[in-house]
Nanobody, 124 residues
Framework: QVQLVESGGGLVQAGDSLRLSCAAS????????MGWFRQAPGKEREFVCA????????YCADSVKGRFTISKDNAKNTVYLQMNSLKPEDTAVYYC?????????????????WGQGTQVTVSS
C-alpha cells in the first residue's frame, strides 16, 4: 500500500476552479493506478476520475467529463484533479485512492489505499 495525503479543497462559488493534489509515499508510485472519488452527505462514495500507472490513460465519470481533468506526475509522486466550472452538486469530500492494477477500476472496493479526504464546497 501507499500513504496518500490530499490537499487543495476549499469553498468556492459556482463556475470557479480548484485543483486538488494527492501526494503519495511508501511504494513505487509510478506502478499505481490512481483514482479520485467523492462522497456527499448521505450518499455513497462515487467515482470521479482515474489514471493509469503511466499517466497515459485517463477516465472520468460522465458527470464531470469535460470539466475535470486528472493528471499524474510520477517524478513528484503526486496526482492532481483539476476541477473547472464547478457546480453546487460537486460539493463533497474528495478522496484519493490507489491500487496496483493493469486496468482502471471505477469501483471504490477495488482500491486498497485511501487518503483522508479533502472537503470541496461549491456555493450557488
Amino acid at each position: 500500500q501507499v500513504q496518500l495525503v490530499e490537499s487543495g479543497g476549499g469553498l468556492v462559488q459556482a463556475g470557479d476552479s480548484l485543483r486538488l493534489s494527492c501526494a503519495a509515499s511508501g511504494r513505487t508510485f509510478s506502478n499505481y493506478v490512481m483514482g479520485w472519488f467523492r462522497q456527499a452527505p448521505g450518499k455513497e462514495r462515487e467515482f470521479v476520475c482515474a489514471i493509469n500507472w503511466s499517466g497515459g490513460v485517463t477516465y472520468c465519470a460522465d458527470s464531470v467529463k469535460g470539466r475535470f481533468t486528472i493528471s499524474k506526475d510520477n517524478a513528484k509522486n503526486t496526482v492532481y484533479l483539476q476541477m473547472n466550472s464547478l457546480k453546487p452538486e460537486d460539493t463533497a469530500v474528495y478522496y484519493c485512492a490507489a491500487v496496483l492494477s493493469l486496468s482502471i477500476p471505477t469501483t471504490a472496493r477495488y482500491y486498497d489505499s485511501w487518503g483522508q479526504g479533502t472537503q470541496v464546497t461549491v456555493s450557488s
